[in-house]
T-cell receptor
Framework: GAVVSQHPSRVICKSGTSVKIECRSL??????MFWYRQFPKQSLMLMAT?????????EQGVEKDKFLINHASLTLSTLTVTSAHPEDSSFYIC????????????FGPGTRLLVL | QKEVEQDPGPLSVPEGAIVSLNCTYS??????FMWYRQYSRKGPELLMY????GNKEDGRFTAQVDKSSKYISLFIRDSQPSDSATYLC??????????FGQGTELSVKP
């Protein structure tokens, strides 16, 4: 199947700093990527949909100025958590949709963020 | 009411048992249905993907969809300890967004 990578896999930062997470589709072009957040023992909650070359579409309740998304190429999307606070600590997962199959999403391995 | 309901478990079965995992949904606009497996601290892995009502089989896994009842199932035959994970159902409409169930935590005991 298609492979999606994320970097870093884990990050610990101090409150107030910004953290950038990269999501890459390694063997296919992804016109659309999705960013999810998952708290322990809970399901994936969609944060935003990222389309290459255009602004991201954020879900209700997600602050677009806090979670900056950039989808500069067909294989790379980035999520920047600005001025992170402890309540932002979570598991952030991206997925990419294969342009040839509009429904299937392939997920990255996730990034665990801990804000102290 | 959530759009997708899934019993979080945990579900514990002995090795070799048949496992049945289920989700119900309320949105009749959902057109495609997926099951993902997620190991602890990892991203979800696509297991099964189907459009229509009926059964779809892949090795030890069978996905079943009943659109009239808004009910989907995943069956795992001859379950193995390596199947121990959280199983998430997911559904999508024409817009392309997926809505996930809460996930069922499965433990297969040797």
């Amino acid at each position: 199947g298609a492979v999606v990578s994320q970097h870093p896999s884990r990050v610990i930062c101090k409150s107030g700093t910004s953290v950038k997470i990269e999501c890459r589709s390694l063997d296919f072009q992804a016109t659309t990527m999705f960013w999810y957040r998952q708290f322990p023992k809970q399901s994936l909650m969609l944060m935003a949909t990222s389309n290459e070359g255009s602004k991201a579409t954020y879900e209700q309740g997600v602050e677009k100025d806090k979670f900056l998304i950039n989808h500069a190429s067909l294989t790379l999307s980035t999520l920047t958590v600005t001025s992170a606070h402890p309540e932002d600590s979570s598991f952030y997962i991206c997925s990419a949709r294969d342009g040839g199959n509009q429904e299937t999403q392939y997920f990255g391995p996730g990034t665990r963020l801990l804000v102290l | 009411q959530k759009e997708v309901e899934q019993d979080p478990g945990p579900l514990s079965v002995p090795e070799g048992a048949i496992v049945s995992l289920n989700c119900t949904y309320s949105n009749s606009a959902f057109q495609y249905f997926m099951w993902y497996r997620q190991y602890s601290r990892k991203g979800p892995e696509l297991l099964m993907y189907t459009y229509s009502s009926g059964n779809k089989e892949d090795g030890r896994f069978t996905a079943q969809v009943d659109k009239s009842s808004k009910y989907i199932s995943l069956f795992i035959r001859d379950s193995q300890p390596s199947d121990s994970a959280t199983y998430l159902c997911a559904m999508g409409d024409q817009g392309g967004k997926l809505i996930f169930g809460q996930g069922t935590e499965l433990s297969v005991k040797p």
